[in-house]
């Protein structure tokens, strides 16, 4: 019987750890040591993806398209690059401003690290979030000019 | 939204943690609920890619073994997809690990702020390091593929540098 214990032994129950707080362990700065680090490999060799594809996009034409598509293929280029640098910035903010927080214990500097690493989830999250939005208009689209197509 | 609001998220957290500040709490909740969503849409990505491939490959083979038997072209493609089977059975298994740090990562890391666990914290952690560094190696096989690809394509006599405009 629950009643018939007594309360130390009540609160020491097993079933129902103790609270506890969560803590930046040695071992929580190594991991985000090796995050950082990757990080930054992810990070420059994304700059050296996007330096690359320019010199082959701005040195190459393509036969199979004319002028004006050649254009569009630059601007599209360009668009590419602003979507892609836009969650490398952010990546780049977390991964110094951890840095930065690690080496100085300082907490603001952490904190903001991790907002710009939230920053770019909720960036990703969105963008999947417009292009499953897209594929809904399109098969919505393409239903009601499939059901037109059979009215007539 | 219920992932944007603040308030729903305020709710569940307590104003203790430590000598953590509440924004670290607030702003790891609202990560893990984003790489949660991320990873179940990669997950979802990863079924359809694995659907489309093997329904590609059977479709090819039946095509080589009805009217076209004895076509060397659709025999030659059949045996390419009996290989392309295998490289869709790989990029699969490699996508669903990718996604499963990812998910684990999101989740555990909701878990810990929730429940304050230090060992899920860890854990959510560890995943993330291994997502990252998986991330890494991913992005360097694309990249050299890129880079044969390019060295390919620039080798083609069809491939003419833009005339510099003097």
Known sequence: ?152 | MEILDDDYTRNELTEEGGNLPYELFHNWILTGKWTVFLAILGFIFTGLFALVGSLAGTMVTLFAQLETAGNPVYSMISRFFQYGMLGVLIVVGILAFYYYFLYQFGSNLQNAVRYKNQSQFEQAWVNYRNYVRMSAILIGIGMLLYIVAMVLFAAHPYSTPIPIAE
């Open chain 1, 1 to 152: 019987m629950i009643l018939d214990t007594n309360p130390e032994e009540q609160t020491s129950n097993p079933v129902t750890p103790p609270e506890q707080d969560i803590r930046i362990t040695p071992f929580i700065r190594t991991i985000w040591a090796e995050i950082i680090l990757w990080t930054f490999v992810c990070l420059g060799l994304t700059v050296l993806y996007l330096v690359l594809s320019g010199f082959f996009v701005f040195t190459n034409r393509n036969p199979l398209l004319n002028q004006e598509l050649q254009s569009v293929q630059y601007f599209s280029y360009f668009v590419s690059i602003l979507f892609v640098l836009w969650p490398v910035w952010y990546s780049f903010k977390f991964a110094t401003m951890l840095k930065n927080g690690m080496e100085t214990d300082e907490m603001d500097s952490i904190t903001d690290g991790f907002k710009y690493f939230r920053y770019n989830y909720a960036f990703y999250g969105i963008l999947a979030l417009i292009y499953i939005g897209f594929i809904v208009l399109m098969f919505f689209l393409l239903f009601v000019i499939g059901s037109l197509a059979n009215t007539r």
